[in-house]
């Protein structure tokens, strides 16, 4: 079955402790990228890579750190999570050639207290 | 910059009546468009693209959008909502050449028995 996993779905953490979020497709996408979801500002992405090895800034990176070491593979880490990380994660993944379909995971609820 | 509009926050209707949300775009040339739904505790899922062609274009569980250039609008339509209709709906765009989804802050859908 074709599908973006994402783990943990929730997590609870204290600020200042260092986490990965990690991302996987089965889809031989090339194309990964990382949202957040908070009320009342829809989806904003936070990176994305458009293959191995590359990586860029999306709208709102401040904070977070990714990799792309494999093509099936996007974590998501946050070195030093604040309060204001609080909220929903999306990962997403798509062919990478232009009007094709992202495919979403299940979205991970971190908690940063 | 592009930008999607999503006038309304939440809307409520009743089991079997029609239903029309409501999507602005601002973008220089023809975007690419999408409409993604957003069960609770779920990921996102794709309904319906538009991408060139027939302005009107069907999707999945009964869904249909119709594409309005001179509007700049992208309205999400279905003739008779059910109550598994219940959700938040998202409307996006992607520009050309990009795989960047930008995204309406999105409207909840109510369903009353």
């Known amino acids: 079955e074709a599908q973006v996993t994402q783990n943990p779905r929730y997590l609870i953490t204290v600020t200042g402790k260092k986490l990965t979020v990690t991302c996987s497709q089965n889809?031989?996408?090339?194309?990964m990228s990382w949202y957040r979801q908070d009320p009342g500002l829809g989806l904003r992405q936070i990176y994305y890579s458009m293959n191995v090895e590359v990586t860029d800034k999306g709208d709102v990176p401040e904070g977070y750190k990714v990799s792309r070491k494999e093509k099936r593979n996007f974590p998501l880490i946050l070195e030093s999570p604040s309060p204001n990380q609080t909220s929903l994660y999306f990962c997403?993944?798509?062919?990478?050639?232009?009007?094709?379909?992202?495919?979403f995971g299940q979205g991970t609820r971190l908690t940063v207290v | 910059a592009q930008s999607v509009t999503q006038p309304d926050i939440h809307i409520t209707v009743s089991e079997g009546a029609s239903l029309e949300l409501r999507c602005n775009y601002s973008y220089g040339a023809t975007p690419y468009l999408f409409w993604y739904v957003q069960s609770p505790g779920q990921g996102l899922q794709l309904l319906l693209k538009y991408f060139s062609g027939d302005t009107l274009v069907q999707g999945i569980k009964g869904f249909e959008a119709e594409f309005k250039r001179s509007q700049s609008s992208f309205n999400l339509r279905k003739p008779s909502v059910h109550w598994s209709d219940a959700a938040e709906y998202f409307c996006?765009?992607?520009?050309?050449?990009?795989?960047?989804?930008?995204f309406g802050k999105g409207t909840k859908l109510t369903v009353n028995p």
């Open positions: 996006a765009l992607t520009q050309g050449g990009s795989e960047k989804l930008v």
């Open positions: 997403a993944s798509s062919p990478g050639r232009m009007n094709t379909e992202a495919f």
């Open positions: 889809m031989n996408h090339e194309y």
